[in-house]
């Protein structure tokens, strides 16, 4: 199982809005509006962001969106904030029972 | 609350197995399978497998098939991840996340296991 595509870093000023893009293929991404976002800070245990896709769990900012196009998942960032930097990984379903992540993008706040 | 608390750090030589204890706490251990996610220093996170947890069916990554154990304890309400035959590739930090139907909703503190001779 191959990981999904993510770009290496994304940087963004207090404020502006980032888009962390996830590439997959139709037998993960493609097929299953099951795509999670985590995100990880340094030393830190992952904490999921988004789930399904597009929901957000109880106590995330509304500031972080989901969204997905055929094999490619988005989460983006608007209001970018110095607390937002750390990595991010995406996360899909790709059936028989299997989960595959993505390469994982470091957002910078600059 | 929900709670997942791992062993703590490991040192193993090359060849060795390591097994690392997940203990939950929160919520009913059956009712929620137990993912294990890996990631080597500076890597990105890796899937291994789960577990079911109400009847201990498991499914491996092909990647960690026939060299990885999970196993559960309900009466403990802990969950076990064994890893043999180690080698220096191994070196990570091991997490155990509890599943909410297709998303990782909790996760342990992570547990570093460092291979060295």
């Known amino acids: 199982q191959s990981a999904l595509t993510q770009p290496a870093s994304v940087s963004g000023s207090p404020g502006q809005s980032i888009t962390i893009s996830c590439t997959g293929t139709?037998?993960?991404?493609?097929?299953?509006?099951?795509v999670s976002w985590y995100q990880q800070h340094p030393g830190k245990a992952p904490k999921l962001i988004i789930y399904?896709?597009?929901k957000r769990p109880s106590g995330i900012s509304n500031r972080f969106s989901g969204s997905k196009s055929d094999n490619t998942a988005s989460l983006t960032i608007s209001g970018l904030q110095p607390e937002d930097e750390a990595d991010y990984y995406c996360?899909?379903?790709?059936?028989?029972?299997?989960?595959?992540f993505g390469t994982g993008t470091k957002v910078t706040v600059l | 609350q929900v709670q997942l608390v791992q062993s703590g750090a490991d040192v193993k030589r090359p060849g060795a197995s390591v097994r690392i204890s997940c203990k939950t706490s929160?919520?009913?251990?059956?009712?929620?399978?137990i993912h294990w996610v890996r990631q080597a220093p500076g890597q990105r996170l890796e899937w291994m497998g789960w577990?079911?947890?109400?009847?201990?069916?498991?499914e491996y990554s092909q990647k960690f098939r026939g060299r990885v154990t999970f196993a559960g304890d309900t009466s403990a309400s802990t969950a076990y991840m064994e890893l043999n035959s180690l080698r220096s590739e191994d070196t990570a930090v091991y997490y155990c996340?509890?599943?909410?139907?297709?998303?990782?909703?909790?996760w342990g503190q992570g547990t570093l296991v460092t291979v060295s001779s």
């Open positions: 399904e896709v597009i």
């Open positions: 139709s037998s993960d991404v493609g097929n299953y509006n099951l």
């Open positions: 996360c899909s379903f790709a059936g028989s029972s299997t989960h595959v």
């Open positions: 577990i079911n947890a109400g009847n201990g069916n498991t």
């Open positions: 929160g919520y009913t251990f059956p009712n929620h399978p």
């Open positions: 996340a509890r599943v909410a139907i297709y998303y990782f909703d909790y």
